[in-house]
């Protein structure tokens, strides 16, 4: 209980700390070298190890699967990015704010009608230089399977011609339910679950990125294909994961 206790502290501290740093209004590279930072940060708060394999390429499209609101710290960890979230999140307490001041695209879902400005906002990403993270199953899952990929988004990746890398996160601890104490998905509430999460010993992420390929035009079945990989590069971090 106590380096449970002691970890929500530093987290909390941490968080505040990247509301005290946060600049608006500066450029997208900017805001992605702040995530980097935070993202860093907290994941030392929660005493959370990372294992990557392969590379995080410097702009394109990456698509991966998603466990949980951790899987975006582990990620950002690595190199100044932006992700494509669901609108949802702005609503989160502090959270919505911090992914604001990273700059998030955030996806309506639902809406058809909102697809082309996140198209925009994704593309706008792309001109600048920077990569965009999806996470196209379109929700956070308990790690069981990797979910069908939504297509929609990969339309914008095939009409700039620009790359899409797949990558797959994985979850181990000594102590801690990995379904529910880490992957964030069903009727989980934030707070509640951060506060099981605090008490996973030795938690160690495992994240590897394939390599780009040559893609279909058709938008579903790059999805297609792309779920594939992501499947592939999954398995060998449930069979493999300390590689």
């Not at 941490?14 to 005290?20: E, G, K, R, T, Y």
């Not at 959270?95 to 996806?107: F, H, P, Q, R, V």
């Not at 994240?207 to 592939?232: C, F, T, Y």
Request: charged share 20%.
């Amino acid at each position: 209980m106590f380096r449970a206790t002691r970890r929500l502290i530093k987290l909390t501290w941490a968080i505040a700390l990247a509301l005290i740093e946060k600049q608006p209004g500066i450029s997208l590279r900017e805001r992605a070298l702040w995530q980097q930072k935070q993202a860093r940060r907290m994941l030392r708060a929660l005493e959370t190890e990372s294992a990557v394999s392969g590379t995080l390429p410097q702009h394109g499209l990456v698509v991966c699967n998603h466990l949980s609101y951790l899987d975006v710290l582990v990620i950002a960890a690595q190199s100044p990015l932006v992700f494509v979230a669901k609108s949802d999140v702005r609503h989160w307490p502090v959270i919505g704010l911090l992914l604001k001041s990273a700059g998030t695209i955030l996806a309506e879902r639902g809406r058809p009608s909102s697809a082309s400005t996140t198209a925009e906002g994704i593309r706008a990403v792309f001109e600048s230089g920077l990569p965009v993270v999806l996470f196209p199953e379109g929700t956070s899952s308990d790690g069981r399977m990797v979910l069908p990929f939504k297509p929609t988004l990969f339309q914008i990746a095939l009409d700039c011609r620009t790359t899409i890398t797949p990558a797959a996160i994985h979850y181990t601890a000594t102590k801690g339910d990995i379904a529910h104490d880490v992957c964030y998905w069903g009727d989980h509430t934030l707070v509640s679950h951060m506060i099981r999460l605090a008490r996973v010993q030795e938690l160690r992420a495992s994240l590897r990125i394939g390599e780009p390929s040559a893609l279909p035009a058709n938008r579903k079945d790059a999805a297609k294909m792309l779920h594939q990989e992501v499947v592939q590069l999954y398995l060998r971090c449930t069979t493999s994961p300390r590689e």
